[in-house]
T-cell receptor, first 113, second 113 residues
Framework: ETGVTQTPRHLVMGMTNKKSLKCEQH?????MYWYKQSAKKPLELMFVYSLEERVENNSVPSRFSPECPNSSHLFLHLHTLQPEDSALYLCASSQTRGSYEQYFGPGTRLTVT | TQLLEQSPQFLSIQEGENLTVYCNSS?????LQWYRQEPGEGPVLLVTVVTGGEVKKLKRLTFQFGDARKDSSLHITAAQPGDTGLYLCAGARNAGNNRKLIWGLGTSLAVNP
């Protein structure tokens, strides 16, 4: 099993659509993360979950809504997005929240039209 | 404000050449990581350096952490096309109960056959 998987790999959605990104980790880790990667910007940490509890929300607009039903799965629910939300969305996991070594999934390339 | 500067931003070399890329900051980090990200994939952790002055080797890659733990370098010997990718550094900082990874923008390396 690949360590961290993400689906879909590519997503095109209109501004009025609702969609969800899925992440699954097979590493037995306790912390999971959502990042946004845009051109000419450093990786932006969006949300952190530790043992299924959201422990960090970095001023992310409410049109992004995370969900962590268990320690292996993480979702990012999207609704009424803006074109500037187009980016690569990366999921990552680590052994614990305090462990800096993060393992990333392949990402979902999102285009908002 | 970009807290971690990576240089050069872009590098295109021929197979067999040597190269060094840099990651610099005015801030002290408790540890620093290097990741490689290939097109269409998420970043993959290469190494973590923790001690000032530390040198780690991974086959043809040599990583060094500065004595003051503010900067790091990655040297690649006899580069191969498989080394092509975006090299990201991330510095770890403790701030009270918060722990943060500060990301650089990356060095985009192309190794031509």
């Amino acid at each position: 099993e690949t360590g961290v998987t993400q689906t879909p790999r590519h997503l095109v959605m209109g501004m009025t659509n609702k969609k969800s990104l899925k992440c699954e980790q097979h590493l037995g880790h306790n912390a999971m993360y959502w990042y946004k990667q845009s051109a000419k910007k450093p990786l932006e940490l969006m949300f952190v979950y530790s043992l299924e509890e959201r422990v960090e929300n970095n001023s992310v607009p409410s049109r992004f809504s995370p969900e962590c039903p268990n320690s292996s799965h993480l979702f990012l629910h999207l609704h009424t997005l803006q074109p500037e939300d187009s980016a690569l969305y990366l999921c990552a996991s680590s052994q614990t929240r305090g462990s800096y070594e993060q393992y990333f999934g392949p990402g979902t390339r999102l285009t908002v039209t | 404000t970009q807290l971690l500067e990576q240089s050069p931003q872009f590098l295109s070399i021929q197979e067999g050449e040597n190269l060094t890329v840099y990651c610099n900051s005015s801030s002290v980090f408790s540890s620093l990581q290097w990741y490689r990200q290939e097109p269409g994939e998420g970043p993959v952790l290469l190494v973590t350096v923790v001690t000032g002055g530390e040198v780690k080797k991974l086959k043809r890659l040599t990583f060094q952490f500065g004595d003051a733990r503010k900067d790091s370098s990655l040297h690649i010997t006899a580069a191969q096309p498989g080394d092509t990718g975006l090299y990201l550094c991330a510095g770890a900082r403790n701030a009270g109960n918060n722990r943060k990874l500060i990301w650089g923008l990356g060095t985009s390396l192309a190794v031509n056959p």
